[in-house]
C-alpha cells in the first residue's frame, strides 16, 4: 500500500494527539476514505514529519496519535529559483509541479509581454491559491517535507530584482552556449518565458540583469517541458540527481 503524505501546517511536535484542521480531515474521510488505524505521514512544511494513526473518525472532525518522527532530508544541496512565465491551465500546473519534483526551493510566477491568461487582482489571487495547491499536492507525492515558497506575481522588471542567486541563467533558443559551459554555483536563478517565449527585449533586460543566455539543444520545446527538462539537467550538473 502506498504511503499516504499530508500537508498539515498545524503540526506540532509538543502534542501527543491532536484534532486535524477541517480542510485535511475532509480529505482523509471523504476523498481518501481513511479510517480509524489507518496510518498517514504528515508534514508541516518546514521540514517537521511524523508517522501518525487515525486514533477517532467522525463525520465532521477525526483526531490522530503523533507515533515516530521521522528524519526526512530529500531537499537538493543545490538552492534553486525558478522565475517562470506564466502560462493558460493545464501548462502552468504541469510546470510547477514538476519543479517541485525536481527539488526548485522558491518559484515566482512571470507576467510578461507574451502572458494570455487573465491576471486582474482577484482572478490573481485565484491563481496563486491554485498554484499553492499544485505545489502542496507534489510536495505530498514526491516526499519533500520542506514546501518550496511562491511569491506574488511579479512583473518581468520585478522577478529580475528579486533573486540574488550567484548563477543566473535565462532559456534562449537563440543563445551560443550550453549547460556544460557553465562553472558549478551553489545557486541558481532561472527564467523560462511563457508559452510564445520571451521577446526579444525582455531577453535583453534579462541580460541587463545579468542573466546569461542558454540554449538547450537544437529543439524547441513547449515552456512547461523547458522547465522540467532544464530542472533536471541542472539538478544533474550542479544538485543531486544522476
Not at 204 to 227: D, K, S, W
Request: glycine share 8%.
Amino acid at each position: 500500500m502506498r504511503t499516504i503524505r499530508l500537508y498539515c501546517p498545524e503540526l506540532n511536535s509538543d502534542l501527543d494527539e491532536f484534532t486535524l484542521p477541517s480542510a485535511i480531515h475532509r480529505h482523509a474521510v471523504q476523498v481518501l476514505r481513511l479510517k480509524k488505524g489507518n496510518r498517514v505521514q504528515l508534514f508541516d512544511g518546514k521540514g517537521l514529519e511524523y508517522n501518525a494513526e487515525f486514533i477517532e473518525v467522525g463525520k465532521r472532525e477525526s483526531r490522530v496519535e503523533l507515533k515516530e518522527k521521522l528524519q526526512i532530508n530529500v531537499e537538493s544541496p543545490l538552492d534553486v529559483t525558478l522565475l517562470q512565465g506564466i502560462s493558460r491551465g493545464e501548462r502552468m500546473d504541469y510546470a510547477l509541479q514538476k519543479a517541485v519534483e525536481l527539488g526548485v526551493n522558491r518559484i515566482i510566477p512571470v507576467e510578461t509581454e507574451r502572458c494570455n491568461v487573465q491576471l486582474s487582482s482577484g482572478r490573481a489571487d485565484k491563481r496563486l491559491a491554485h498554484w499553492q495547491g499544485v505545489i502542496v499536492s507534489a510536495c505530498e507525492q514526491s516526499g519533500r517535507s520542506v514546501l518550496p515558497s511562491l511569491t506574488t506575481i511579479m512583473s518581468l522588471e520585478q522577478a529580475l530584482k528579486a533573486s540574488d542567486a550567484s548563477c543566473r541563467l535565462i532559456l534562449d533558443p537563440e543563445a551560443t552556449s550550453g549547460f556544460t559551459t557553465i562553472e558549478k554555483h551553489d545557486s541558481i536563478a532561472l527564467l523560462i518565458g511563457p508559452e510564445g517565449g520571451l521577446s526579444e527585449q525582455e531577453i535583453n533586460n534579462a541580460e541587463q540583469a545579468e542573466f546569461q543566455p542558454v540554449r538547450f539543444g537544437p529543439r524547441i520545446l513547449r515552456t512547461e517541458t523547458a522547465t522540467a527538462a532544464a530542472l533536471a539537467v541542472i539538478q544533474t550538473l550542479w544538485g543531486d540527481l544522476g
